[in-house]
């Protein structure tokens, strides 16, 4: 739901579906080339007719960058779509020299969420802004939401904390604790891997029951 990063060479993003993972807003695209936020209350209101719950990923811990000749550079295009985030980028993004591109996968996954754009997801500038997106998409009609790599939005001094900011800020927001909160309970730092550990009320991504499945 967030305002991806164009990409001027093809907006087909079959078969590269990291593109999707390049936000350059912290907030619900009002007109991008997948939909415009009228679209989504639509849908949302469709579905609710049929019984679908719509649940939306979220993109929370690292925007798009410029480009792959400035992989540490924070996209233009937020200034466009986010400029609070762009103007007081002291306040929204930490620093490092770790060079992250937007030629492969695991580049583009690995490198944005441990080198800049990297969002301080720690902050409370960030976890507010991020509660401010959760509200909005269901003040839209959405039922939940599935982090991406949901561990980086808990560590507190680099470690994982099933009390953290982020985790006792959507526990306590009375629209956010009503609907569906679903982790990704990973990312690829220290002690990334935290299946399980999420507190009650959280939906996690199990890889070893879904490996087993599809066994």
């Not at 679209?39 to 979220?58: F, P």
């Not at 980028?89 to 754009?117: E, L, W, Y």
């Not at 720690?122 to 982090?147: A, M, P, Y």
């Not at 935290?194 to 599809?214: E, I, L, S």
């Amino acid at each position: 739901v967030q305002q991806p990063k164009d990409y001027s060479t093809s907006r087909d993003v079959t078969g590269q579906w990291w593109k999707l993972y390049q936000p350059v807003s912290l907030s619900v695209a009002k007109n991008a080339w997948f939909g415009t936020k009228d679209e989504l209350k639509d849908l949302c209101t469709e579905a609710e007719k049929y019984g679908v719950k719509i649940i939306c990923d979220i993109v929370s811990n690292h925007m798009g960058n410029e480009s792959e000749d400035t992989p540490n550079v924070v996209s233009s295009q937020v200034k466009t779509y986010d400029p609070e985030i762009y103007d007081n980028a002291s306040a929204f993004f930490r620093n490092n020299d770790i060079v992250a591109s937007d030629s492969s996968v695991k580049n583009v996954v690995q490198g944005h969420v441990t080198s800049c754009p990297d969002l301080k997801t720690n902050s409370k500038v960030v976890q507010d802004k991020v509660i401010s997106l959760l509200k909005e998409c269901i003040d839209c009609g959405v039922d939940g939401f599935r982090f991406d790599l949901a561990t980086s939005l808990c560590r507190q001094n680099m470690e994982f904390k099933v009390h953290s900011g982020f985790l006792y800020a959507t526990g306590q927001d009375p629209q956010t604790r009503r609907v569906k909160l679903i982790a990704e309970p990973w990312d690829i730092g220290y002690g990334g891997y935290q299946v399980g550990a999420f507190p009650p009320g959280w939906g996690q991504w199990n890889d070893k029951y879904r490996d087993n499945v599809r066994r």
